[in-house]
């Protein structure tokens, strides 16, 4: 059965000690019921991988990265590799992020190197999918949404999607205050449950977790995540507040699970 997944990711905020107390304020204010109910990710900084992984130690909560780099090591300057993520404590990594593809120009072909880059280094990939205003306006974000699927996961089994996560997040939601409806999310997990089973098969799409990444908070938390389709979400801003992060980690954990 999937598990809801509530990931905070920092983005590039917090130095090293401010990191490490906010990891220490998140893990006192969560309870047993929300680790026993759902999986929650911290992504800080790189810088400040090695000290947040030390403050959640043995609490059940789990490390992240943002990116990474697909090469083993090498010459390239300013760059991070997977086993040197693996090596202070990352499960997951983040690739796909709408501000690496818009401000760093990743493409799906780089997408997907480091999504095969993460399983084969032993962790689990969020794979980031979502449209721009203007191609939601357009009505062309389902095909740009299909391209994203197909081209990020090339190469991947159906055997290895199990440890792959899906984040949907519609580009004109993210840091601006506006929000997918949750029938719009809903709608958008479902699509891209459709794509997977053309893809693989139908249980693979049932078994994969997607998350909504959209300007989450604690006001809009409760009927983003109650929506049909929405197996937790990838929050920004709200997750550098301890109080505001769990309060979405315990709303979502009261949350019954839905089937697709």
Not at 230 to 256: E, M, Q
Request: glycine share 10%; with cysteine; charged share 25%.
């Amino acid at each position: 059965m999937r598990r809801k997944l509530i990931a905070g990711n920092w983005k590039m905020n917090l130095g090293y000690r401010d990191s490490e107390k906010l990891a220490k304020d998140i893990s006192a204010k969560t309870g047993k019921k929300e680790l026993d109910s759902l999986d929650i990710l911290l992504c800080p900084p790189y810088v400040s991988l090695g000290i947040v992984n030390k403050a959640i130690k043995d609490t059940g909560i789990k490390l992240g990265a943002q990116n990474l780099f697909f090469e083993n090591d090498g010459a390239y300057t300013g760059e991070i590799s997977a086993s040197m993520l693996k090596s202070v404590g990352c499960e997951y990594v983040i690739s796909g992020h709408s501000e690496r593809r818009t401000i760093f120009h990743e493409t799906n072909a780089d997408v997907n190197k480091k999504v095969r880059k993460t399983i084969e280094s032993g962790m689990k990939p969020i794979l980031c999918v979502g449209e721009s205003l203007i191609e939601r306006e357009d009505d062309i974000f389902e095909g740009i949404i299909e391209k994203q699927l197909t081209e990020g996961l090339e190469g991947i089994t159906a055997e290895l999607m199990k440890g792959v996560v899906i984040a949907y997040e519609p580009v004109w939601a993210i840091g601006t205050g506006l929000n997918a409806t949750p029938e719009q999310a809903s709608s958008v997990h479902g699509f891209i449950g459709n794509v997977i089973q053309n893809l693989y098969d139908k249980n693979t799409a049932e078994e994969l977790v997607i998350i909504y990444g959209g300007s989450v908070n604690t006001k809009n938390a409760e009927e983003i995540l109650s929506a049909c389709g929405i197996d937790g979400a990838l929050i920004g801003g709200a997750s550098l507040k301890a109080d505001d992060f769990t309060y979405i980690v315990k709303t979502a954990a009261n949350i019954k699970q839905l089937v697709k």
